[in-house]
């Protein structure tokens, strides 16, 4: 996983030197704090450091012990971020300490952990609920779907039948058949989605979860690898879209999107009609989805439940 020791020490840091001292001075701190007893080590009577010596975190993160000295020592080394993820779980960082480890080592991309299977604070599904009857959802960068209201479940019901873990927007659009597809301009609008994946991207290069993630769905979907080849960006605005309902009614809304502060890299889409006959439409459909649940709505829909059948 880690590489071997240089043959010789790397100089002292340069232009980033802060930076690098603020790391050592973060990793010591950090180090300090971990009993030895909690990692399965003996405190003994000669232990003079608290917590775990520099060569303990080394060996329990299966790196080089004068490599991990430089590293808190400042010196002009390039961590991977394997050994950081290593470092990491040895020292018992929390989410926020290690993102912040992972910028004090300036590293390329920072991962972040946000999958649709981990748990939210349940204020956001009451924000998501109480907006009702506009459909709304957090998602991240990478349009994991991590919450949403009942609205946007009677938009895409399709997308929420989906098991947690494989609630993503992007994969969804490429790979559902053509009748639970929900866009009504899907070139325009998929193609824009690509060019946002390819702008947050690189501030991910490093990150697994986001290269394992291209690389599956361009294995998937042809049409997704030619998008992606373009190397097209663009950034999150607010735009007008429509979609199509499961009876082939058309809704015109605007999508707004809203940073989430106390979830990284994640935001929250709100979805409001750009006209009356769209909020009505789209309060009946609601009420509808409340009914009968997603697989009801679908199995009801003119579009989407004569498409169903016709695919047997």
Same mark, same amino acid.
Request: with cysteine.
């Given at each position: 996983m880690t590489s071997a020791d240089p043959a010789s020490p790397p100089g002292p840091a340069g232009g980033g030197g802060k930076r690098r001292s603020e790391l050592g001075a973060f990793l010591r701190l950090r180090r300090e704090r971990i009993a030895p007893e909690s990692v399965g080590l003996s405190r003994g009577t000669r232990r003079r450091t608290p917590g775990l010596r520099r060569e303990e975190v080394a060996q329990l993160s299966g790196i080089g012990v004068a490599w991990y000295t430089w590293l808190e020592q400042g010196r002009r080394i390039n961590p991977s971020v394997q050994v950081l993820d290593a470092i990491a779980r040895t020292l018992r960082l929390d989410r926020t300490e290690r993102d912040h480890l992972y910028r004090l080592a300036d590293v390329p991309g920072v991962p972040v952990d946000v999958s649709a299977g981990a748990p939210r604070p349940p204020e956001h599904q009451t924000i998501l609920d109480a907006l009702t009857?506009?459909?709304?959802?957090?998602?991240?960068?990478?349009?994991?779907?991590?919450?949403?209201?009942?609205?946007?479940?009677?938009?895409?019901?399709?997308?929420?039948?989906?098991?947690?873990?494989?609630?993503?927007?992007? #994969? *969804? !659009?490429?790979?559902?058949?053509?009748?639970?597809?929900?866009?009504?301009?899907? /070139? &325009?609008?998929?193609? =824009?989605?690509?060019?946002?994946?390819?702008?947050?991207?690189? #501030? *991910? !290069?490093?990150?697994?979860h986001w290269t394992g993630f291209v690389r599956?769905?361009? /294995? &998937?979907?042809?049409? =997704?690898?030619?998008?992606?080849?373009r190397h097209e960006v663009a950034s999150s605005v607010t735009r007008r879209k429509s979609f199509w309902t499961v009876d082939g009614d058309r809704l015109g809304l605007v999508?707004?999107?809203?940073?989430?502060?106390?979830?990284?890299?994640?935001?929250?889409?709100?979805y409001t009609p750009d006209d009356e006959e769209t909020e009505r439409l789209l309060g009946e459909l609601v009420a509808r989805y409340q009914e009968t649940g997603p697989a009801g709505l679908l199995e009801q829909g003119a579009r989407t439940g004569r498409g169903r059948r016709s695919a047997r």
């Open positions: 009857p506009l459909p709304a959802t957090i998602v991240t960068a990478r349009y994991d779907v991590l919450a949403f209201n009942d609205a946007y479940a009677a938009l895409d019901p399709g997308l929420v039948l989906l098991p947690p873990p494989d609630r993503n927007v992007l #994969r *969804h !659009l490429f790979t559902a058949e053509e009748h639970l597809q929900p866009l009504v301009d899907w /070139e &325009r609008e998929v193609s =824009f989605m690509v060019a946002q994946l390819r702008a947050e991207s690189g #501030r *991910h !290069l490093d990150d697994p599956q769905l361009s /294995e &998937r979907s042809a049409r =997704f690898a030619e998008m992606w080849a999508a707004t999107g809203c940073a989430m502060a106390s979830a990284p890299d994640t935001r929250m889409w709100i």
